[in-house]
């Protein structure tokens, strides 16, 4: 059983950096597809980022492709999400979410239905 828990969210200034946390209390890690999610204030989840199995493979969504990295540390069995220069709009509960299976999904890779288990999530505020 795979039970997730997100870490790292808290308050960070807009042109800093962030780099939230995924682990696995239950199941290795390293044996299933993850996908980071976020959710701003009013409005649907949004996919941003997915790593395949091992670390093979990565998928983007086009709105954060090239300032958000996804990273898989196989030794640590976490998946984190860096997030360069944030902005106001990156204010959000960020999820990590794990699928079995050993690529990101091709066709809607952000397709929540896809991914049998979530985290609770985490706070990120981005302020000045």
């Known amino acids: 059983q795979v039970q997730l828990v997100e870490s790292g969210g808290g308050l960070v200034q807009p042109g800093s950096h962030l780099r939230v946390s995924c682990a696995s209390s239950?199941?290795?890690?390293?044996?299933?597809?993850v996908g980071w999610f976020r959710q701003a204030p009013g409005k649907g989840r949004e996919g941003l980022a997915c790593?395949?199995?091992?670390?093979?493979?990565?998928v983007y969504a086009d709105s954060v492709a090239g300032r958000f990295t996804i990273i898989r540390d196989i030794h640590e069995n976490k998946v984190d999400l860096r997030v360069d220069n944030p902005k106001l709009e990156d204010t959000a509960i960020y999820y990590c979410?794990?699928?079995?299976?050993?690529?990101?999904?091709?066709?809607?890779?952000?397709?929540?239905?896809?991914?049998?288990?979530w985290g609770q999530g985490t706070q990120i505020t981005v302020s000045s």
């Open positions: 979410a794990a699928k079995v299976g050993a690529d990101c999904p091709t066709d809607s890779p952000f397709d929540r239905s896809k991914y049998q288990y």
């Open positions: 239950g199941s290795n890690l390293d044996y299933y597809t």
């Open positions: 790593v395949g199995v091992l670390g093979k493979g990565t």
